[in-house]
């Protein structure tokens, strides 16, 4: 965990609070949803670690944890689930027409587009009353998936996959996902990514959509908002950059005729010799170890090659340890499980964001509950004094 205080410069300027950049660890706001401990140890999901939480409850159990504040009984983990089955195979129909003359290209872009024509449908019957606000995010919840799946398979496939309210929804998602019945544990194990991904403290895309919140826009614009945030392969998309360099090394090593686990040591030393990055290291909270890499490894091992993926996966992070100090974060591994699934990998950022939607709505209501508007305050560094100019006097030697 990061705790490097003595590193923080935190200085007032004319009155001005001057916060790092980046806001290194700088508190903005109090939250109940999740963070780190007051010990700095582990990731709190409501309660409980996030590798309990992961590796333990269902999709349904652990967005009910989120939205609710409480694990549910099982009355109201059955209400529950009906809902999120029922709305996931009610996405409107003009939705899709949409989506149908979307050009081809990255799917991320189908969802942040596709959320916001959902909230153009549901506009009239929007409000800020609590039921109402649950009601909406389960909707934008259970529909999220469905618009990813349709607009990756529609630009990309030629059809239109529908879902099934009769299945468990992780199931028919992933079944839609890559056009087959995936297995019991392939399954189980992609339900444990999403919810692995589903909350993680004030990160990039949660901030983002708290800042959309706080100007009381709806709670369709503010995922509309996070889906764009969480596209950048600093963020959400490092999954797919991940999994890009893991085949590029395994071609790579294929040519030179050495094992892959062997030659990822030469591939990232020379990386890194070039000041280059190396996609799914590195986390602004977890500084030794993301504990969301232990549940996805339990799953890898159940998985399609399984040794052999956690052989080259545990030698990378040996030679990232020893020679920068940085631990894997979870993207590394759930760029290998989706790969295991068949999972194609424009669609690993989206699933992402399928989970972490679930985060995603409980801020929504978090911050609109007891609401300030986020908006600071910046230092002007640039010149001052300049005089309008006509068209005709510019520019001129
Ligand atoms: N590969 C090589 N060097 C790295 C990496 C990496 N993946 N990550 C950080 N470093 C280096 C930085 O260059 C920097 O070195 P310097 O001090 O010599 O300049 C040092 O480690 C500290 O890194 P910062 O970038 O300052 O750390 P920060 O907390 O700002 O950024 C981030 C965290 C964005 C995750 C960064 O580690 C990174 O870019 N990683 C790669 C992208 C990635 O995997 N993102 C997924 C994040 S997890 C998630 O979204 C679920």
């Known amino acids: 965990m990061n705790n490097q205080l003595s590193k923080v410069e935190c200085k007032t300027e004319n009155g001005y609070i001057v916060v790092p950049k980046g806001l290194v660890n700088v508190i903005v706001d109090k939250t109940e949803i999740s963070g780190v401990d007051p010990k700095g140890e582990h990731t709190i999901y409501r309660g409980y670690t996030i590798d309990d939480i992961g590796a333990n409850a269902s999709f349904y159990e652990a967005t009910y944890l989120f939205l609710k504040g409480r694990l549910p009984c099982e009355d109201e983990l059955r209400e529950l689930k009906k809902k999120i089955d029922y709305w996931r195979g009610r996405v409107p129909e003009k939705v899709f027409d949409a989506l149908r003359y979307a050009p081809k290209t990255h799917p991320m872009f189908y969802g942040s587009y596709g959320v916001a024509l959902l909230g153009q449908y549901y506009a009239p019957e929007w409000s800020f009353d609590l039921d109402s606000l649950y009601e909406h995010a389960i909707r934008v919840i259970a529909q999220l998936p469905v618009i990813f799946a349709a607009g990756w398979n529609l630009a990309y496939n030629g059809y239109l996959p529908r879902p099934d309210p009769g299945l468990d929804h992780a199931y028919d998602v992933l079944k839609m996902i890559i056009g087959r019945e995936p297995s019991k544990i392939e399954a189980r194990a992609f339900e444990s990514t999403l919810v692995l ?76 010799s070039r000041k280059e990055k190396i996609m799914g290291f590195g986390h602004r909270v977890y500084k030794v170890h993301d504990p969301r890499t232990d549940v996805a490894a339990r799953f890898i091992a159940q998985l399609e090659d399984g040794d052999f993926w956690l052989r080259v996966l545990k030698r990378a992070e040996e030679v990232m340890w020893r020679e920068k100090r940085l631990p894997a974060n979870i993207d590394f591994y759930t760029a290998v499980l989706y790969y295991q699934l068949g999972i194609p990998i424009p669609m690993y950022t989206p699933i992402f964001a399928m989970g972490r939607v679930v985060g995603w709505s409980s801020h929504y209501i978090e911050q609109v509950s007891d609401n300030k508007i986020i908006r600071p305050t910046e230092k002007y560094v640039g010149p001052t004094g300049l005089k309008y100019k006509p068209l005709e006097e510019r520019c001129k030697a």
């Not at 708290?210 to 614009?221: E, K, M, N, P």
């Not at 893991?246 to 030659?263: C, H, I, Q, S, W």
């Open 197 to 272: 991904y589903m909350d993680h403290g004030f990160n990039a895309s949660t901030f983002t959509v708290r800042v959309i919140a706080s100007t009381l826009s709806d709670l369709y614009s503010a995922v509309a908002g996070g889906i764009s945030a969480l596209k950048g392969p600093l963020h959400g998309g490092a999954n797919e950059k991940a999994m890009e360099m893991l085949l590029e090394v395994r071609e790579k090593a294929e040519k030179a005729g050495k094992p892959m686990e062997d030659y990822i040591e030469e591939y990232i030393l020379d990386k890194l």
